[in-house]
């Protein structure tokens, strides 16, 4: 399968269900840095080596995609973390009993990733709908660890992990489980994805997302949290014109 690397890290050339497919046959770290992420590469060591150690990425960002092909005319082709859960969704893999362990931000999210999965075609809603596969996160600090999730692991024995807490921490939360375990389940760190289907994040049309505008309509709906982070991500083109496929150092903190 081809593949695109793009500041160190090499992205999935194939579509979104040869990436479910992929991800599910081989097990490991799936990461989908969104554009103001990639900026922590510079900043965060810990998210750094997340990024570098996972087996597969997928090209979320638009911005990154769009600035990938007018640098060097490549197409990257460009898996959404909506996409992808949507993709996982409809996996065979997935409708088994406890066969996915999802780990969501609070307890809201946890009631209404239920009510969605209750709401899904049979026979996955029956295999979903379950409190037992839902793992409420606490607030991890610097490393980010979590001895209650590895030991829940490792008595469900899930073949998926849906990591959903976003700002970078689900990356880093899914090295330190796969480095833990004495198998290989696929941990799918999508951040807030999941929460565009459920209703715990606002809403996203297909065409927005086929689009590269999702960013607009999250910006819309909170934009004292949103418009500063995706400003953040202006210093990505200088990033791409400098670096482009070579991994940037990585700026110690004084």
């Not at 690397?5 to 992929?22: N, P, Y």
């Not at 197409?75 to 780990?103: D, T, Y």
Request: aromatic share 10%.
């Amino acid at each position: 399968m081809a593949s695109f690397q793009i500041l160190g890290i090499k992205f999935f050339g194939g579509t979104s269900r040869e990436a479910v497919d992929e991800i599910t046959r081989t097990g490991g770290l799936l990461v989908a840095p969104a554009a103001p992420s990639m900026i922590n590469l510079c900043r965060d060591e810990d998210y750094r080596r997340a990024l570098l150690a996972s087996d597969l990425a997928i090209a979320d960002s638009g911005f990154m995609v769009l600035l990938w092909r007018l640098l060097t005319g490549e197409r990257v082709p460009r898996i959404s973390g909506l996409e992808h859960v949507k993709r996982l969704l409809e996996h065979e893999s997935v409708r088994q009993p406890g066969a996915v362990l999802w780990v969501v931000p609070t307890e809201s999210s946890r009631d209404k990733l239920l009510v969605f999965l209750a709401q899904t075609p049979e026979p996955l809603s029956i295999s979903l709908a379950r409190v037992s596969d839902v793992y409420i996160a606490p607030r991890y600090g610097r490393p980010v660890e979590d001895e209650t999730l590895l030991a829940l692991f490792r008595q469900m024995r899930p073949a998926h992990l849906v990591i959903a807490v976003g700002g970078g921490i689900q990356d880093q939360l899914g090295l330190y489980l796969l480095e833990r375990l004495d198998y290989r389940p696929a941990i799918h760190c999508i951040g807030a994805a999941l929460g565009f289907l459920t209703g715990d994040q606002v809403r996203i049309p297909d065409w927005a997302d086929k689009y590269y505008v999702g960013w607009f309509f999250r910006s819309l709906a909170q934009p004292r949290v949103f418009i500063p982070r995706f400003w953040s991500a202006r210093r990505l083109p200088w990033l791409i014109f400098h670096w482009r496929e070579k991994l940037p150092p990585l700026q110690r903190r004084s």
